[in-house]
């Protein structure tokens, strides 16, 4: 597929194509190597999905050549089986589950989604190519390369809010927006965690948090360490990562053992594993990933026998920004879900956006006006209490 044509009001601009190519053949994409390097999710990252996701994402990637036949950017993105009113919840479904039990596949497509299976997506820019020149190339011919590979539905896959302009060429194209699950980010710029809570936070949420917190203060036994690699007690780590994931209402990508143990073994540059042990026995741990400023809070596990009497949710956070703190980091940044509590500590909504089209101009249609009222962010009364919602939408 080529670039859209030359605007009638810009000058002319150098033609591009766009190719698919697999894993295995990015070793002849010289670029690759740089792509994302200003990102804590780098190509390494991507590799590392590729690599340990296979079984529920067919991953690829967007090559995009100049006229002279050179590799100026490349694209990752994945295809994958999606039900598009996942994350709904069976009360807000159920009539559609009731046909679904003589038609199992009913509103579950072949989706071709960019961006990344396990994170926020960016545009893959470089120093001579710019992030709107990749999103106009990219946009051109999408609905051709979805077709070709046989998906039905086109989703650019949690965007941040700062891609809006870049990415209008897609609305211009049959694409509609709307809000994913957004992360959240934490101003931590205090010389301390208890500094935080004095200047931050509301005096009846610091008494509240104060509490939980002193369910812990009398055990001893409980101590936290930092490591990049987790391979040696990995087998203590996913059981509590699958705690977790297995009492989320809403569920994407499973993460298998052998990313947690890829993900410090090729990245320690950028990941820390955070491990809380009572004694010898693992009780909860976070993965999180460094970026100039912030510290972000990728996956976390929990050992729910002894997690929610000792309230060990706020008792890692309280750790990890504390740690943070320490280490000179400005800004705690966390993933999607559990709203609640980020509220009350006083997180601000970091948007991130859902660009989607049918391949099908008739269908499009009408699933253009459906996205905004399907997708899980309106329903979320949690979200609607922060103060910065409406810039989800």
């Not at 809380?276 to 693992?282: C, E, F, K």
Request: hydrophobic content about 40%; aromatic content about 14%; charged content about 25%.
């Amino acid at each position: 597929m080529s670039a859209a044509s030359p605007g009638a009001f810009g000058p002319r601009r150098e033609p591009f194509s766009v190719t698919v190519v697999s894993r295995s053949e990015l070793s002849r994409c010289a670029p690759w190597l740089s792509t994302f390097t200003d990102q804590r999710k780098d190509y390494r990252y991507y590799e590392i999905l590729n690599d340990t996701l296979q079984s529920d994402f067919e991953h690829r990637y967007f090559v995009i050549v100049d006229n002279h036949g050179r590799v100026r950017a490349i694209q990752p993105f994945f295809l994958v089986d999606q039900d598009i009113l996942e994350g709904l919840g069976p009360e807000r479904i159920y009539w559609i589950s009731l046909i679904r039990r003589f038609y199992p596949r009913f509103l579950k497509l072949r989706a071709l989604m960019v961006g990344c299976s396990a994170g926020e997506a960016h545009l893959a820019a470089t120093d001579t190519l710019p992030v709107d020149i990749v999103a106009e190339t990219l946009s051109n011919g999408i609905v051709a390369q979805a077709k070709s590979l046989k998906a039905q539905l086109i989703v650019l896959k949690e965007f941040p809010s700062r891609y809006r302009k870049a990415l209008h060429c897609f609305v211009q194209r049959g694409f509609a927006r709307a809000p994913s699950m957004p992360m959240t980010k934490l101003d931590i710029g205090y010389d301390s965690f208890d500094a935080y809570m004095t200047k931050a936070l509301k005096s009846s949420t610091r008494r509240k948090l104060r509490k939980k917190l002193a369910a812990t203060a009398d055990i001893s036994d409980i101590s936290m360490s930092v490591t990049d690699d987790a391979t040696s007690f990995v087998d203590e780590i996913y059981p509590l990562y699958l705690q977790v994931f297995e009492r989320s209402k809403m569920q994407f990508e499973k993460l298998t053992k052998d990313f947690f143990c890829q993900v410090g073994q090729r990245m320690s540059d950028k990941v820390r594993f955070f491990a809380w042990r009572r004694g010898n026995v693992l009780v909860a741990f976070s993965l999180c990933m460094v970026q100039g400023d912030s510290l972000y809070a990728e996956y976390v596990g929990f050992d729910y026998a002894v997690a929610l009497d000792l309230h060990l949710y706020h008792y890692v956070v309280r750790d990890m920004i504390s740690w943070g703190i320490s280490n000179g980091y400005r800004w705690f940044r966390s993933s999607g879900l559990n709203y609640d509590p980020k509220l009350h500590m006083r997180h601000r909504l970091d948007p991130l956006d859902l660009y989607v089209r049918h391949t099908s101009g008739l269908a499009n249609a009408i699933f253009s006006l459906a996205l905004p009222w399907i997708v899980p962010a309106r329903y979320d009364a949690t979200l609607r209490l922060f103060p910065d919602y409406q810039e989800l939408w």
